[in-house]
Nanobody
Framework: QVQLAESGGGSVQAGGSLRLSCAASGRPYSRTAMAWFRQAPGKEREFVALIRWHGGSRFYADAVKGRFTISRDNPSNILYLEMNNLKPEDTAVYYC???????????????WGQGTQVTVAS
């Protein structure tokens, strides 16, 4: 069983920055990819970014491309999401998740964190 714990959320003004972290533990040998998803109030959870755990390939949702950067620290088993030029529409609960597949499809992700709130004021 994989345990994931997000941190780093908070409230910022539009144009500001935040860095989210996700500490992962358990079964690192079976992890192919980790990703960030988000869920805004009244909306379905959506894909944000993913990274191949070994190799570092990255893929982003169009809405965050050029503003967000996903990265990982393999030895420490920590996933990051650097978010710059934040917009009010980025307001959501952000979740990290891991998968045995390199995919943006939520159904392929087996373990999820509890989420961390990001609020961007206009």
């Amino acid at each position: 069983q994989v345990q994931l714990a997000e941190s780093g959320g908070g409230s910022v003004q539009a144009g500001g920055s935040l860095r989210l972290s996700c500490a992962a533990s358990g079964r690192p040998y079976s992890r192919t990819a980790m990703a960030w998803f988000r869920q805004a109030p009244g909306k379905e959870r959506e894909f944000v970014a993913l990274i191949r755990w070994h190799g570092g390939s990255r893929f982003y949702a169009d809405a965050v491309k050029g503003r967000f950067t996903i990265s990982r620290d393999n030895p420490s088993n920590i996933l990051y999401l650097e978010m710059n030029n934040l917009k009010p529409e980025d307001t959501a609960v952000y979740y990290c998740a891991w998968s045995s597949e390199y995919t943006s499809s939520q159904s392929a992700y087996d373990s999820w964190g509890q989420g961390t709130q990001v609020t961007v004021a206009s």
